[in-house]
């Protein structure tokens, strides 16, 4: 409204289109507050006839907020042609309503050549952005279900191990209460079973709380994390999956000094399951996962390392590819999950693989405080 263009009298900009595109996207609150700043910013600009404007523009957003439902239940080409409609109704309706009520209506019809090509032109702009719009919708979208299935992979994939580990501290008790039931049982030895007893259950229990809170659904929640305790929950969760598979689990915390970063708690732990998780499936029944945090001048490391098989060159440049994967069962959108939520959390992630030797993933972050400050 600031630059118009003059076409010999007839003056005009591109307000419709902020209008079309806040309303369809923004719903009616941004729909008004567009027209009330159109409104305020034409009388301050000192245009005349300021309440005929307002006035004329009125039919036309009515019209766009009756076909709202209309426009978000159609495909992209029909969002598209919509929208096009749309930005060419607002302002052929209202300029028409406009000049009438100012009786120069033949300004209209003055100057068509000119006048159409303000309409495509406008036309064109919104079509585009309008295909951008839905292009990074969708994407984002899909890239949030592709996390979310992922993780109910996860826990699919954990719940053979979570159910074996279980079986263990119930064995054990049920073999414990059994001896409880001997007569002749002196007092030390029934604390003894007692003790034994009641540590399993806790155990179990353990367990199975780790389990659900991964299974959970996840407010996303931008905050401080503390790397170590995450570590120390991603090392329990492991923990089952990786007995089950006779991997012992290593972990050295880096304790000077507390790691903070920045992002969301449970994607953060997702991404480093996952990675984890990976290494376990690479020792082919036997290793050693190591995990380890520490900190640089400006950054703080996560180091995931194992002994399985390790990959070649090529197959490291691969990682994060959608649906690359070796493995029978294997989804191959781990990977991507785990790089895409370190990527948004200003992470580098950097691979280091020897085939028949082992893998290691080093993570590095920036720092948290600093972020804030
Ligand atoms: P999936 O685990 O479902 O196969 P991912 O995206 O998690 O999918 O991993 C993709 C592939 O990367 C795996 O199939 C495997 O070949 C390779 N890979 C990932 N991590 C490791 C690792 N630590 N050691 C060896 N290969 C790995
Ligand atoms: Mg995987």
């Known amino acids: 409204m600031s630059f118009p263009i003059n076409l010999d009298g007839l003056i005009y ?18 729909l008004i507050l567009l027209y009330l700043t159109l409104i ?5 600009m000192g245009s005349p006839n300021e309440w005929i404007y307002a006035l004329s523009i009125i039919p036309s957003l009515i019209v766009v907020v009756f076909s709202l439902r209309l426009y978000h239940s159609s495909r992209l080409y029909r969002k598209i042609i919509l929208s096009v409609i749309f930005i060419t109704i607002i302002k052929l309706l209202t300029f028409s309503i406009y000049l009438a009520s100012i009786l120069q209506i033949e300004l ?8 159409i090509e303000t309409y495509i032109l406008q036309g064109i702009i919104v079509g ?12 984002f979208h899909m890239q949030e279900e592709v996390a979310k299935s992922e993780k109910i992979m996860i826990v699919s994939e954990m719940a053979a191990a979570v159910a074996h580990e279980i079986r263990n501290p119930l064995t054990v008790i049920r073999g414990f209460i059994q001896l409880l039931g001997a007569e002749e049982l002196d007092k030390e030895k029934k604390n003894y079973y007692q003790k034994i007893s009641l540590e399993e259950l806790d155990r179990a229990q353990v367990i199975i709380t780790n389990y659900l809170s991964l299974a959970k659904p996840d407010p996303e929640m931008i905050e401080i994390i ?29 304790e000077d000094h507390p790691l903070l970063v920045v992002g969301d708690r449970y994607k953060f732990r997702q991404a480093l399951i996952n990675i984890g998780k990976n290494a376990i499936e690479a020792m082919n029944n036997e290793g050693i996962l190591e995990i380890r945090t520490n900190k640089t001048n400006d950054s703080i490391v996560i180091i995931i390392s194992d002994n399985g098989i390790g990959m070649t060159s090529e197959q490291i440049k691969r990682l994060g590819i959608p649906y690359y994967s070796t493995k029978d069962k294997g989804t191959g959108l781990g990977t991507m999950v785990s790089f895409g939520i370190i990527r948004k959390m200003n992470g580098k992630i950097h691979v280091t693989s020897e085939l028949g ?3 290691m993933y080093e993570i590095s972050f920036p720092e948290g405080d600093r972020f804030n400050t």
């Open 13 to 30: 900009d591109f307000r419709s289109i902020p209008l079309v595109l806040g309303s369809l996207y923004g719903g009616i609150p941004v």
């Open 40 to 44: 305020l910013y034409r009388s301050f």
């Open 226 to 254: 503390n790397v170590n305790d995450e570590i120390t929950y991603l090392s329990n969760i492991l923990f089952t999956y990786s007995n089950y598979n006779n991997i012992q689990i290593v972990v050295a915390l880096f």
């Open 108 to 115: 209209l019809f003055t100057k068509p050549i000119a006048t």
């Open 128 to 139: 585009l952005c309008v295909y951008l719009i839905e292009f990074l919708n969708n994407h």
């Open 357 to 359: 030797k082992g893998t």
